[in-house]
C-alpha cells in the first residue's frame, strides 16, 4: 500500500485458468447441493469443503507452520492489508514471496485489504477509483485501489487472489447497497484486468446486502466476466444468521457448478452445515484462534469457557475423545490454570485444541458426503446447536427473571 495516491496500473490481460484444471467435483450428497471437490493450486490440491484458518500477520495466532501441517491443515488465509504495513510489501518480496517468508509450503489465499479497510470507520474515504485512508499504525495517508490490491497479491504470489470490493454492513439503505454494488463490479473488472503472479488464481466476490436483486446482478456479471473461482460477501458484518443462510443459499445457486464457491468471514459449525448444504465449499474466520485467546474451549457439543471457576480441578482433557496434543497430555485444570496465570502455553493449548476441532468437524463433513450420510450430520448438527441456542435462553431468562426482560 503506497504512500499518497496510487495511479492506476497498466491494463496487461491476465489469462484465466481452465475450469477443469481449477475445480472438480469428486463426489455430491443426492438431498442438497452439499459436494466435496478438489481445488487445484499452485501449491498443491485443496480438498474440499474447506475451513481456512486466518494468518493475520502472516503467521495463524500462536501456531507454527509445521503444527497446522500436522493437524490437517493445506490452505491458510493471509490478510493482505496487515502483511502490507508490517512488515511491508518489500520485505516480502525480498524473500520471494508469503510462501518462502512464512514457511508454509501450502497454499494461501489473500483477502484483497479491503474489510479491514472498510472497518476503518471514520479513517477512510471512498471514491470509484479507490479508498484512502489513515493506516491504524502509524496514522500515515495511504490509497488502496484495485490495481495496487491485485498488485500487492501479486507481490505475495499468494495461489488465490481476491478482488477489491467494498464491503457493507448490516443494515445499509437500498441506493447506498446498489452504489457499492455498481463500484465493486467496476473494480472486479479492474483487477481481472491485471497481470497476476504464475500459477495465481483470482476470485471475483458478490456483493448486495439484504438486497436479492443487487446480489443477483452482481453475481450474474461477475460471471460474465469470467474468474476461477466466486465468494459470497456480507458474511461478517451483523447480518442475522437467518439472512445470512438465505444469503449464501440464493447466491450459490446463482454461481457456476464448476467453480469454487467461498463464503468470506463465517466459521460457526451449523452455518458451515447449512451453507454446504447450499453448495458452498469454502470458509474462513477467526473464531478458533480468538476465542482461544479469550480461554473459550471449541467442542462438537458447543464451546465453553475453560476459565471458569468449575473446572479448577476437573482432571478431564478439554474435550472427551479429541487427539489434539493438547487433550492427549493435559487437564482442563491445568490448562484453566495456564489461561488464569497468564502463561502463553495456556493459549497456544487452547488454540490447537480449536484448530483441531474445526479441522475434524470438516474432514467429517467431507466424509459424510462421500459416504451418503450428510443429510444425517446435518441434523446431528442441527440439534446441537438447537439444544446450544435453548440453554442459552434459559441461562438468560434465569440471570433476567423471565424471557423477554
Given at each position: 500500500?503506497?504512500?499518497?495516491?496510487?495511479?492506476?496500473?497498466?491494463?496487461?490481460?491476465?489469462?484465466?485458468?481452465?475450469?477443469?484444471?481449477?475445480?472438480?467435483?469428486?463426489?455430491?450428497?443426492?438431498?442438497?447441493?452439499?459436494?466435496?471437490?478438489?481445488?487445484?493450486?499452485?501449491?498443491?490440491?485443496?480438498?474440499t469443503p474447506v475451513f481456512m484458518p486466518v494468518g493475520t500477520y502472516g503467521a495463524v495466532r500462536s501456531v507454527a507452520a509445521w503444527e497446522l501441517e500436522e493437524l490437517g491443515y493445506r490452505m491458510i488465509l493471509a490478510n493482505t492489508y496487515h502483511v502490507a504495513l508490517r512488515p511491508g510489501v518489500e520485505t516480502v518480496r525480498r524473500f520471494g514471496g508469503l510462501h518462502r517468508f512464512m514457511g508454509w509450503n501450502s497454499p494461501i489465499l489473500t483477502d484483497s485489504g479491503g474489510y479491514q479497510v472498510f472497518s476503518l470507520a471514520g479513517f477512510r474515504r471512498v471514491t470509484d477509483e479507490g479508498v484512502e485512508?489513515?493506516?491504524?499504525?502509524?496514522?500515515?495517508?495511504?490509497?488502496?485501489?484495485?490495481?495496487?490490491?491485485?498488485?500487492?497479491?501479486?507481490?505475495?504470489?499468494?495461489?488465490?487472489?481476491?478482488?477489491?470490493?467494498?464491503?457493507?454492513?448490516?443494515?445499509?439503505?437500498?441506493?447506498?447497497?446498489?452504489?457499492?454494488?455498481?463500484?465493486?463490479?467496476?473494480?472486479?473488472?479492474?483487477?481481472?484486468?491485471?497481470?497476476?503472479?504464475?500459477?495465481?488464481?483470482?476470485?471475483?466476490?458478490?456483493?448486495?446486502?439484504?438486497?436479492?436483486?443487487?446480489?443477483?446482478?452482481?453475481?450474474?456479471?461477475?460471471?460474465?466476466?469470467g474468474f476461477d473461482g466466486y465468494a459470497v460477501g456480507g458474511g461478517s458484518g451483523g447480518e442475522p444468521e437467518p439472512g445470512l443462510r438465505r444469503w449464501a443459499a440464493e447466491t450459490a445457486h446463482l454461481l457456476p457448478e464448476d467453480r469454487p464457491r467461498y463464503l468470506m468471514g463465517v466459521g460457526m459449525f451449523n452455518q458451515m452445515v447449512e451453507a454446504v448444504a447450499a453448495g458452498i465449499?469454502?470458509?474462513?474466520?477467526?473464531?478458533?484462534?480468538?476465542?482461544?485467546?479469550?480461554?473459550?474451549?471449541?467442542?462438537?457439543?458447543?464451546?465453553?469457557?475453560?476459565?471458569?471457576?468449575?473446572?479448577?480441578?476437573?482432571?478431564?482433557?478439554?474435550?472427551?475423545?479429541?487427539t489434539c496434543p493438547a487433550c492427549r497430555r493435559y487437564s482442563r485444570g491445568y490448562i484453566r490454570h495456564l489461561l488464569n496465570a497468564g502463561e502463553s502455553l495456556g493459549m497456544r493449548l487452547l488454540t490447537l485444541h480449536n484448530l483441531h476441532c474445526y479441522q475434524r468437524f470438516v474432514q467429517d463433513m467431507r466424509d459424510s458426503i462421500r459416504t451418503g450420510r450428510f443429510s444425517t450430520f446435518r441434523e446431528e448438527v442441527a440439534r446441537t446447536y438447537t439444544r446450544i441456542r435453548r440453554e442459552h435462553l434459559e441461562k438468560t431468562a434465569s440471570k433476567t427473571g423471565g424471557v423477554g426482560r
Open positions: 500500500m503506497a504512500r499518497g495516491r496510487d495511479p492506476k496500473g497498466g491494463q496487461m490481460g491476465a489469462v484465466q485458468a481452465d475450469s477443469s484444471a481449477v475445480f472438480e467435483i469428486t463426489a455430491r450428497d443426492t438431498a442438497t447441493a452439499a459436494r466435496c471437490g478438489r481445488l487445484h493450486t499452485a501449491h498443491g490440491p485443496v480438498d485512508f489513515r493506516s491504524h499504525v502509524d496514522g500515515s495517508l495511504r490509497w488502496l485501489t484495485p490495481e495496487s490490491a491485485m498488485s500487492l497479491q501479486r507481490d505475495f504470489a499468494s495461489d488465490i487472489a481476491m478482488v477489491l470490493d467494498e464491503c457493507l454492513h448490516y443494515p445499509v439503505p437500498y441506493d447506498y447497497a446498489c452504489k457499492a454494488v455498481e463500484r465493486t463490479l467496476a473494480w472486479a473488472a479492474r483487477c481481472r484486468a491485471q497481470p497476476r503472479a504464475p500459477g495465481q488464481l483470482v476470485f471475483g466476490i458478490v456483493q448486495g446486502g439484504a438486497y436479492g436483486d443487487l446480489r443477483r446482478r452482481c453475481a450474474r456479471e461477475l460471471v460474465a466476466m465449499d469454502m470458509f474462513d474466520c477467526v473464531m478458533p484462534t480468538r476465542f482461544a485467546r479469550n480461554g473459550t474451549a471449541f467442542t462438537r457439543e458447543g464451546r465453553y469457557p475453560v476459565k471458569a471457576a468449575v473446572y479448577r480441578d476437573d482432571p478431564l482433557p478439554l474435550e472427551e475423545g479429541c
